[in-house]
């Protein structure tokens, strides 16, 4: 008997999910070396914008 799944809910996750794995590449994001939160945003906003240039 299998459940019922939303097809385009589980792709949506499994976009995030990716996004996450690829953001944790970055050795200053997965260690956390920025002192200030507006640092560390920033950081991810850089690394969002590499990501999406690849």
Known sequence: DRRPFDG???K???LIEN???KLK???RI???CDKTD??????I???AAI???R
């Not at 507006?38 to 950081?43: G, K, L, T, V």
């Open 8 to 10: 385009a809910l589980f």
């Open 12 to 14: 949506a996750r499994h």
């Open 19 to 21: 996004f996450f794995c």
């Open 25 to 27: 590449e970055f050795k």
């Open 30 to 32: 997965a260690m956390r």
């Open 45 to 47: 906003y850089l690394t």
């Open 38 to 43: 507006r640092s560390f945003a920033a950081m």
């Open 51 to 53: 990501i999406n240039s």
